[in-house]
């Protein structure tokens, strides 16, 4: 019996081990193949960084529907960045690439992550097993960068360059063309807490971290991860349902579809967009949230023609150009890349030539003969991306009949204070709501339509805010860093600025009464 027992105990220890053994196998694929999407994504990340002009987001990037396991691959992405200035000295110091592994180097960025700070590596891949052969000169060519930079360890390393978590809430937006505000939110409320936006809507409200990414109803386009920032540019254009609406620079398509949902199906939306290869990702977009009045136009919104009959009954245009960025840097991971890690963050070479096209779409908005309302955003913090731009287009904007209007009344975070008239501007705060957008409305007057009067009795054209009075005051520093530190002390040298300027009297609390 016992020799029974025994030989029946040894297969199921042996039967037990095969299991481990093939629990371990998938293991290492699933970590093989983690390692090359994780490559995949990160040389996309890196040559977009090193052109400063980044397809999309490093989130998006990771969840776009190619990735199988996005939480292993957005984990490893991530640490690999923040370690990446590490890697690379390492790499340098030790000299073990050849030409063949150079040409891999994002693949060999993410191996040498897990071999030097992750978790062990199997001998599972060609470059896993040539790198693993030097593991003991990577880790004895760490030591040595060490006490060169004269730490204790990488965690103090890393600190020197870490920038902190903002912490804000998950924002969603429902798409109100396939489910109800009130439906949705007793679905979410089934697993998470969940509460309205008293500001719009169609928004809702979870709690910070909220990972919503794998949930049905964003994955049937029932709802929408978009901050509140963004969620507040279509509204502030307001089109009314049978409306025809030019979305000038439309990918990735958010903005987009909000407008088809406020328009509620009626009208026609055409969706502008120059590069081709975010075409497909607005495609997708329109087709997840079900909008059927959107017409997708691969062209250069600055090659479209006013004059042009096609256009001749376009209402609204949403000009959202393209910007910086730096509003949402933190919320899009803008502190792992390179560039930033290196002090780059701030080129003002590449703001110029931003705020130069910028205020250049936005005097062609102008121009189309039926437009009712403008709405200009970015999701930069940038002075001379947001109010510069505003201040530069306003004489020509009166010039046709055009008024900056006050979108969201309620609302307190108003524009810099450098021009008269700023207050009609919206500015969101990133620290505080997640993103730092900018929005201007114009509206124009009913005299300054086709067809209509735009003189007053003494033949002058109307003017709301009349270009004498479009002064600069005295100058407010351009907000153009995300170290969260820097975002404090400049805005509280702007206050100290604005305060003395206004005879010791502070501009915030004035307006706000």
Not at 331 to 349: I, N, V
Not at 372 to 395: A, G, H
């Given at each position: 019996m016992k020799k029974k027992g025994g030989v029946g105990g040894g297969d199921g220890s042996r039967k037990g081990n095969e299991d481990k053994r093939g629990r371990l196998r998938g293991a290492e694929r699933s970590a093989y193949f983690a390692r090359r999407e994780a490559a995949k994504v990160l040389r996309?990340?890196?040559?977009?960084?090193?052109?400063?002009?980044?397809?999309?987001?490093?989130?998006?990037?990771?969840?776009?529907?190619?990735?199988?396991?996005?939480?292993?691959?957005?984990?490893l992405l991530c640490q690999t960045l923040k370690h990446l200035p590490i890697i690379k000295d390492v790499l340098e110091s030790a000299s073990i690439l050849n030409t063949k592994w150079k040409r891999q180097q994002e693949l060999i960025y993410i191996i040498v992550y897990d071999i030097l700070f992750g978790q062990e590596v199997s001998l599972v891949g060609d470059a896993e097993k040539y790198l693993m052969r030097r593991k003991d000169a990577l880790r004895s060519t760490l030591k040595q960068i060490l006490l060169q930079r004269n730490v204790k360890n990488v965690k103090q390393l890393i600190a020197l360059h870490d920038v902190p978590d903002v912490s804000v809430p998950r924002y969603v937006r429902v798409n109100t063309l396939k489910l109800d505000?009130?439906?949705?939110?007793?679905?979410?409320?089934?697993?998470?807490?969940?509460?309205?936006?008293?500001?719009?809507?169609?928004?809702?409200?979870?709690?910070?971290?909220?990972?919503?990414?794998?949930?049905?109803?964003?994955?049937?386009?029932?709802?929408?991860?978009?901050?509140?920032?963004?969620?507040?540019?279509?509204?502030?254009?307001?089109?009314?349902?049978?409306?025809?609406?030019?979305?000038?620079?439309?990918?990735?398509?958010?903005?987009?579809?909000?407008?088809?949902?406020?328009?509620?199906?009626?009208?026609?939306?055409?969706?502008?967009?120059?590069?081709?290869?975010?075409?497909?990702?607005?495609?997708?977009?329109?087709?997840?949230?079900?909008?059927?009045?959107?017409?997708?136009?691969?062209?250069?919104?600055?090659?479209?023609?006013?004059?042009?009959?096609?256009?001749?009954?376009?209402?609204?245009?949403?000009?959202?150009?393209?910007?910086?960025?730096?509003?949402?840097?933190?919320?899009?991971?803008?502190?792992?890349?390179?560039?930033?890690?290196?002090?780059?963050?701030?080129?003002?070479?590449?703001?110029?030539?931003?705020?130069?096209?910028?205020?250049?779409?936005?005097?062609?908005?102008?121009?189309?003969?039926?437009?009712?309302?403008?709405?200009?955003?970015?999701?930069?913090?940038?002075?001379?991306?947001?109010?510069?731009?505003?201040?530069?287009?306003?004489?020509?904007?009166?010039?046709?009949?055009?008024?900056?209007?006050?979108?969201?009344?309620?609302?307190?975070?108003?524009?810099?204070?450098v021009f008269e008239g700023s207050e009609h501007l919206v500015r969101t705060d990133p620290a505080k709501d997640g993103e730092g957008f900018f929005i201007a409305l114009f509206n124009r007057k009913e005299a300054s339509l086709p067809g209509r009067s735009n003189k007053n009795e003494t033949g002058i054209p109307h003017r709301s805010i009349r270009t004498r009075n479009v002064q600069r005051k005295k100058p407010i520093l351009p907000f153009i860093c995300t170290n969260p530190f820097r975002m404090w002390l400049h805005n509280q040298l702007n206050r100290g600025i604005i305060a003395k300027s206004r005879g010791g009297r502070n501009w915030r609390d004035k307006r706000a009464g």
């Open positions: 996309v990340v890196l040559e977009g960084d090193a052109k400063r002009r980044a397809l999309a987001s490093i989130k998006s990037l990771i969840y776009q529907p190619s990735i199988r396991n996005k939480k292993a691959t957005f984990a505000v009130d439906t949705a939110l007793l679905e979410l409320q089934e697993k998470y807490s969940v509460q309205k936006d008293d500001l719009l809507p169609d928004l809702l409200i979870l709690p910070p971290g909220t990972d919503l990414h794998d949930h049905p109803l964003v994955k049937n386009g029932s709802i929408f991860m978009q901050g509140k920032a963004s969620s507040m540019v279509a509204p502030a254009l307001s089109p009314e349902p049978g409306w025809e609406v030019l979305d000038a620079c439309a990918a990735p398509g958010n903005k987009t579809v909000h407008l088809a949902a406020l328009m509620k199906r009626k009208g026609r939306i055409i969706a502008c967009e120059l590069q081709k290869e975010r075409i497909k990702r607005l495609k997708d977009t329109i087709k997840l949230s079900g909008a059927s009045n959107i017409q997708v136009l691969n062209e250069d919104f600055l090659n479209i023609s006013p004059k042009d009959p096609s256009y001749s009954k376009v209402k609204a245009i949403l000009l959202d150009p393209s910007c910086s960025g730096s509003g949402t840097a933190a919320s899009r991971l803008d502190h792992l890349l390179p560039s930033t890690a290196a002090g780059q963050d701030t080129d003002m070479e590449r703001l110029n030539k931003l705020a130069a096209f910028q205020r250049k779409a936005l005097q062609h908005a102008l121009l189309f003969p039926a437009v009712e309302r403008i709405v200009y955003s970015t999701c930069s913090i940038n002075q001379i991306e947001n109010e510069d731009v505003i201040i530069s287009v306003l004489p020509i904007a009166e010039s046709h009949g055009f008024q900056l209007a006050k979108p969201f009344p309620e609302w307190q975070c108003r524009g810099l204070p």
